[in-house]
């Protein structure tokens, strides 16, 4: 544990410079660790789900960001280092890129990308978020693109991260870390850990795209 926590300063650092931000102290993290609900239930998938069509055209552009890696750890162990590298990242992604819808953006209703030009919507902000973690050291396959419906009623992608504590959601509409059954949101199906293909996390109505600010 002590290398990891290691690993994950030393990850935050390099993170907070290129972002201009400073590493939190051992006693911050450490009390915001002890802040984090006891372990729960995680959103356990209930069968196989169709992907998003605009995620199938993304994998063939970035193979290496959808690609499952079994080796890996199927979850993330919570320190106090790694759970502020998450805060951090999620913090910082949310400030620094433009929210912009894919019509507006690309003139198309549904498309995926990594903010590369420092604008994007929902699903944008999240797969940059997974890169930057991923960057840090944190395993991939516990770090899951998700479909919901938000409060409005319509399609939004938010990342999954299956931790030891639950599954803990980062979203571009609220920089709080939230266990994914405080969101609010209706879960509709997510990236599987196991192979390059979602699963359904039982909701009812599945959208076509997931184009939300």
């Known amino acids: 544990m002590h290398g990891m926590k290691s690993v994950a300063v ?11 931000t400073t590493v939190p102290n051992a006693q911050t ?18 069968g196989p789900a ?3 069509a605009a995620w199938s055209t993304f ?24 759970w502020n590298l998450i805060v951090s990242v999620n913090n910082r992604v949310n400030t620094r890129i433009k929210p912009v819808t894919d019509l507006d953006h690309w003139g198309s209703a549904d498309r995926w990308d990594l903010a590369e030009d420092g ?50 959601i980062l979203d571009n509409k609220t920089s709080h870390v939230l ?19 979602w699963v359904s996390l039982g909701g009812v109505t599945s959208p076509t795209t997931t184009a939300n600010r």
């Open 119 to 168: 604008s994007g919507d929902c699903e944008d902000f999240q797969l940059l978020k997974r890169k930057l973690l991923a960057e840090s050291g944190l395993p991939r396959r516990a770090m899951r693109m998700t479909v919901v419906i938000d409060e409005k009623g319509e399609g939004h992608a938010v990342l999954t991260l299956i931790t030891d504590r639950g599954d803990f």
């Open 29 to 46: 993290a450490q009390t915001t660790l002890a802040a984090l609900p006891a372990p729960a239930t995680l959103a356990s998938p209930v």
């Open 179 to 197: 266990p994914w059954h405080r969101t609010g949101y209706v879960f509709i199906k997510r990236e599987g850990t196991d192979a390059v293909a």
């Open 50 to 52: 169709r992907p998003i």
């Open 59 to 82: 994998c063939d552009r970035y193979p290496a960001e959808c690609a499952v890696n079994a080796n890996e750890a199927a979850r993330i162990v919570l320190t106090p280092a790694t």
């Open 10 to 20: 030393g990850a935050l650092t390099l993170l907070a410079t290129a972002f201009g």
